[in-house]
């Protein structure tokens, strides 16, 4: 089977999960609105969020098309991927952390977000500018430190350079640690690089992440969109203090 | 198994999408928070988040231990939940489609504390009343019919009176769109007044699930926490345009 894809192409936002997930299994599957064609393309994406004709429509992108399947939300393609790939631990208890996590990181990804839009994604980023400065850098300085913090000490609890987020075994978690490691020092390098110094495991698996045949030759493609300012993670330098 | 529920005592927050299932289910529970004695009150739910002893610490609350397990992240206890006491599908489908659900809620749930907290919850309501009316005013006219549109949109498929978001059947899911009626209706009055009329079938669901004879119970209960302005939904005038 084939998986599809559907997410805002030239971004890697909130898709990027799903991108580096299906990565590191190896799965087949196109990256549908990045195709040219009359099945590809943005118009094939606003057709399923129009919904009518499909039984499950999502609220927004990204969201997978997995046979007859279509499953919207992040972290809920995630918990369907990891399962069926050996990206999950197999107990219901291992499920349940790795799922938790992630929809920890979740909760991260959308306080990035606001740190640009504070106000609203009606408006443009220059017309929110003053509310930005003001919600980024409480965010650097409170929220970046208790995020990583927590994911820091999880890992913490096992040996550097061999233990993952769910233990002893690579999880879609992890994966997605990797790319708030990634976004978070595209957005705030000023900040990551005084962060950082105390999150030493959480970098570690960054970085063996980052080594890993699959991941690495997937960042070398132009499958990987590089990070800009249509994104989710942006660089302002106003808002890295 | 008597399920333990932590969250803060005395509102409704996230916490209240748990009670509002455990209730329903008819399940045996404590929370934990508004018991009195050594082995209750804040200082039970914070040991938890100090986390040293506990093999998966939740970053915050609600969390649920049940036996042996700690489950953190609303939507994730849920889905736990909801399979254990019939309030989710049967099929993997149907589960993956009332998560996906709850998620959007969840991002709705975030996007209503962000109107009265658009720049830190580190800072009082008042040190951002300014940026919160702009928030509020474009989350009151684009982002509530949105979201409502959305449910509504996925009601109007069946036959209002006997359809749930899963079908035919009730599910989590449905408690929690019943708790988002409620909370809009508290902080925005005016505006839901205005925007109810487009949402016959979710304000129908609404009713029905007010109406079912546990949930008729807890409502008119004492474990039934008052809203107020110190949870997630607030009333403040201002910003109910």
């Not at 590191?24 to 195709?35: I, K, L, P, R």
């Not at 990206?87 to 929809?103: C, D, F, V």
Request: net charge positive.
């Amino acid at each position: 089977m084939r998986y599809e894809l559907y997410y805002w192409p030239s971004i890697q936002g909130r898709g990027e999960f799903v991108r580096l997930t299906l990565e590191e299994a190896g799965a087949d599957y196109v990256d549908v609105a990045t195709q040219s064609g009359p099945r590809g393309g943005v118009p094939a994406l606003l057709r399923f969020l129009d919904g009518r004709s499909i039984q499950h429509p999502p609220f927004a992108p990204p969201f997978l098309k997995a046979g007859r399947l279509v499953i919207g939300q992040t972290a809920n393609i995630l918990l369907y991927l990891g399962e069926r790939h050996g990206l999950a631990p197999e107990t219901e208890s291992g499920r349940l952390w790795i799922h938790q996590l992630q929809l920890t990181m979740a909760d991260l990804v959308q306080e990035v977000h606001d740190t640009h839009h504070p106000i609203s994604t009606n408006f443009y980023y220059e017309d929110q500018r003053m509310e930005a400065r003001r919600r980024a850098h409480d965010f650097v300085r409170t929220r970046i430190p208790k995020y990583l913090g927590y994911f820091e000490k999880i890992l913490a609890r096992g040996r550097k350079s061999t233990s993952y987020l769910g233990g002893p075994s690579l999880s879609y978690a992890d994966l997605s640690l990797f790319q708030l490691v990634e976004g978070l020092r595209y957005a705030f390098p000023r900040a990551m690089a005084r962060i950082e110094r105390k999150c030493r495991h959480a970098i570690d698996l960054h970085d063996r992440i980052a080594a890993r045949p699959r991941i690495a030759a997937y960042l070398a493609s132009d499958r990987r969109p590089p990070f800009n300012e249509e994104g989710i993670f942006r660089h302002y330098r106003e808002l890295d203090v």
